[in-house]
């Protein structure tokens, strides 16, 4: 009953690995531009979800559709000011411009927030969930499910709709777009504000069990590019499926090992992968 019990929760957090990846994904796999900041995207949610609550006292919906909004809002400012330009020039220039984003968002944050960890209340979701015996942490019951709802959204979104149409048609071939009459900038500040909204909403959910501080991008922006490359560049239901197997060995590494062995695991198995599938699980060739 125990391992079970570890099994799901690892499942559970994965499925948030998954949704703050899949952002990451949807820029890295349409633009091949690497955003480094993406982790202090999902720390910025955070502190919006902990103010949110601090200041106006909304509830989780409240504070993750608040996130989502500001990290939007966040995410095409970042593609009209920075990454539309960069662009145009060469590789180094897109690394170190992301990489300079990071800088500037982490310590602003620093500036803003103070280096203090803070957090919302333990009980924010309720007591720990008894499911057919196995007890599991509201708060990460109601995120992993959240996230995993998002995520199977987002993939929808861009396979289903139109805008996705759209947005797969300018990573495909920016050229062929436009003479198709797509306007290319117009749906890649819309992708970078699906990446930011997705990390938003993925902080907002976090930080109901995770303290927050503004140095977590670091550690979440390192697991997002291991799920991203573990399940293919470009690819959501990859993203999805890495997230879901690397918090399951997360778990279960801690759970037989110790937490301090983890990550050993976790990079592990992901070089092991590379080596074997460099593309990815569900990349393409």
């Not at 531009?33 to 200041?55: C, R």
């Not at 197997?245 to 301090?260: D, N, R, W």
Request: positive net charge.
């Amino acid at each position: 009953m125990v391992l079970l019990q570890v099994i799901v929760a690892g499942l559970l957090i994965g499925a948030v690995y998954a949704l703050f990846s899949s952002g990451l994904t949807l820029v890295w796999g349409m633009m091949n531009v690497i955003n480094f900041a993406h982790g202090e995207f999902v720390m910025l949610g955070m502190y919006v979800s902990f103010w949110t609550f601090t200041l106006l006292h909304f509830g989780v919906a409240s504070f993750s559709v608040a996130a989502a909004v500001m990290l939007f809002i966040l995410g095409i400012l970042v593609y009209l000011c920075l990454i539309k330009h960069v662009m145009r020039g060469p590789m180094l220039a897109q690394i170190l411009s992301t990489f300079g984003l990071l800088l500037v968002l982490r310590y602003s944050a620093f500036w803003a927030f103070g280096s203090s960890f803070v957090g919302l209340p333990e009980n924010i979701l309720g007591p720990s969930l008894n499911v057919g015996g196995i007890l599991l942490s509201a708060p990460k019951v109601v995120a992993g499910l959240a996230a995993l709802a998002i995520t199977i959204g987002m993939h929808l979104l861009l396979t289903r709709t139109m805008l996705g149409s759209q947005i797969l048609a300018v990573a495909e071939n920016r050229n062929a777009a436009m003479l198709m009459g797509i306007k290319p900038d117009r749906m890649q500040a819309i992708a970078w504000g699906l990446s930011g909204a997705s990390a938003g909403v993925a902080g907002a959910l976090i930080a109901t069990f995770f303290p927050i501080s503004a140095t977590v991008g670091e550690s979440l922006g390192l697991i997002a590019f291991v799920v991203v490359t573990f399940g293919g560049f470009g690819s959501v239901p990859g993203a999805m499926l890495a997230g879901l197997i690397i918090g399951l060995i997360e778990s279960l590494s801690a759970f037989y090992f110790g937490p301090v062995y983890q990550d050993v695991f976790v990079y592990a198995l992901f070089v092991l992968v590379l080596w074997i599938r460099p593309r990815g699980l569900m990349g393409k060739a």
